[in-house]
C-alpha cells in the first residue's frame, strides 16, 4: 500500500527555520516526481515546491530563495528546509508524489503537518 508521511512540522518564530520530511513506501521512489503543498486555513491548497527523479526543481514565487526542497532516494524521503519563515507560511504542509502511467498522471497524498510561525 503506498504511504507518505510527513514528519517535522511545529511552532516556530518569525525568522526562524523548520526542516520537513517526507517518507514514501510502497512505490519506487527514485521514478516518482515529488512535492510539497501546503493549504491556510480558507485558502486553496498551492503548490510549495517540487523536485523530479532527475532532481530538477521549481518553486513557488512565494518562498524562492527561502525554501530548499531535496530528496534522497537510498531513504525513499523527501525534505523541505524552510528558512526565514513568515507567519503567511502558516499552513498545513502535504506532501505529494505522482508520475505518469498509461497516459495519466497518478498522485498520491500525506496527511500533512501542520507548520505554525507564531511570536
Known amino acids: 500500500q503506498v504511504q507518505l508521511v510527513e514528519s517535522g512540522g511545529g511552532l516556530v518564530q518569525p525568522g526562524g527555520s523548520l526542516r520537513l520530511s517526507c517518507a514514501a513506501s510502497g512505490i519506487v521512489f527514485s521514478i516518482y516526481r515529488m512535492g510539497w503543498y501546503r493549504q491556510a486555513p480558507g485558502k486553496q491548497r498551492e503548490l510549495v515546491a517540487l523536485i523530479t527523479s532527475g532532481r530538477t526543481t521549481n518553486y513557488a514565487d512565494s518562498v524562492k530563495g527561502r525554501f530548499s526542497i531535496s530528496r534522497d532516494n537510498a531513504k525513499n524521503t523527501v525534505y523541505l528546509q524552510m528558512n526565514s519563515l513568515k507567519p503567511e507560511d502558516t499552513a498545513v504542509y502535504y506532501c505529494?508524489?505522482?508520475?505518469?502511467?498509461?497516459?495519466?498522471?497518478?498522485?498520491?497524498w500525506g496527511q500533512g503537518t501542520q507548520v505554525t510561525v507564531s511570536s
Open positions: 505529494n508524489g505522482d508520475r505518469v502511467v498509461g497516459g495519466n498522471t497518478m498522485k498520491y
